[in-house]
């Protein structure tokens, strides 16, 4: 007898999930899809028993296969929309994670450029190779069932955006050459730090500066770091960035000491990346050993990213680089994941109240300034110092010296400079007010 099929889960369970991947639990007997449904999800089980079966000549179900914890479902669906050729009924109670095709879009393109080009090729290429199949398979059985499940004349946009790898590879490509430029830089050595004044409150003293790579292009001239810095990062360049910038304020370290007096410090940024190869503390110590700098005119600059891949490896850094006597600032204060809890975990000296928080000070009824307020009230109860970056006004000054912060940095005060007009800057500071 023909068995009558409950309604499907599959569209709803696409329509409702946002674009995110979602663990379901589905009591037995839930019927996931049935054959003739569009495609709209992938599954895979997590825990339980799922039977894929396919209706007979006659009618009744044909279980085709048993599938358990781990396996994946249904995946034709994330590059094919034509009706499903079988039907996915739960056996037991299951947790399913349900994938949407939006999901793997999402995910693809939030992959390092050239996977996500690969990824994008391998999609296009599975396509089109099963769209102009030789018409010798085509008639035969492989052919009949083939193309069951392949008709990619009318694809839908939302499935053209995933084969759309023109876009894909000119980024890959751009990336790629851009990796090479940054090596060949390297080795000509043409990145610089430029030097931001960093200045006391209330006493609008020079207390240091922010060292900030920029790179002298032979061609481009001097490219800023959101043009490169990224792709560093992914591709672990920056390690070498980092150690090359080290290196040069350690150099040019004395002459600013001889200028500003020895008790300034230059502030080094520090990419989390250097976090995740474990031997950042040696290569510091070996850099301030040969240049005899004083660790104690030395800060680093990590961002909350580099605390919370690995907590615990972090805190370890962080500790080998506090013994060798530098001391550690928290860039970017607000904007990551700032749980306001962690900060006692980890050795640090000095918060950087990100530039878009004294951007909205006095925006919104003041919002900004009781934000500020609340993590320089942190900021004492963890006995850190707090740097405001970005002022460019100076009644942003006034606001944040009665909030209490006990540093200043902005154009307000000075854009980062050449090591000549850094020096400039000691002699003959300007006048603020
Ligand atoms: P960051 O560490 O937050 O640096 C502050 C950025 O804000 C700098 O941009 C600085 O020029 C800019 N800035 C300072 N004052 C003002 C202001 O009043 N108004 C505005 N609109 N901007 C201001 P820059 O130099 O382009 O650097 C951008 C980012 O690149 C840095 O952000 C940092 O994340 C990264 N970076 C710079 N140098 C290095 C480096 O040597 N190593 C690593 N890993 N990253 C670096
Ligand atoms: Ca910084
Ligand atoms: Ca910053």
Known sequence: MKKKLPHSQDSALAR???GL???HIFPAGTLLFKEGDPRECAYLIDRGEVHITERTDRGAEKVLCILNEGEIFGEMALIDTTPRTASAITAEESEIFVMPRQALENRISGLDPIVSLLVSLLIERYSVTRKHLPESIKQGHIGDFILKVSRYENL???LLRLYDTAEKREVARQELKLEEELRAGLDRREFIPYLQPIITLPG??????EALIRWQHPEKGLVFPDQFIPVAERTNVV?????MMLEQVCEILPVLLKKAGPDIFVSVNLSGINFETGDVVQTVAEILRKSKTNPHNIKFEITESALI?????AEDVLQG???LGVSIALDDFGTGYSSL?????????????DRSFVMQLHDNGNRGLDIIRAIVGLARNFKLEVVAEGIEKERDVVALNSLGCDFAQGYLFSKPLPLSDALTFIETPPSWT
């Open 341 to 353: 809890g962690y900060l006692h975990k980890f050795s640090i000296d000095t918060l950087k109240i």
């Open 309 to 313: 891949g690995d907590p615990a490896l």
């Open 204 to 209: 609008l003293q020079l207390a240091g500066f």
């Open 239 to 243: 390690q070498d960035l980092d150690r």
């Open 321 to 323: 680089l506090k013994a």
């Open 16 to 18: 409702s999930s946002g």
């Open 156 to 158: 839908p946009d939302d």
């Open 21 to 23: 991947i979602k663990r």
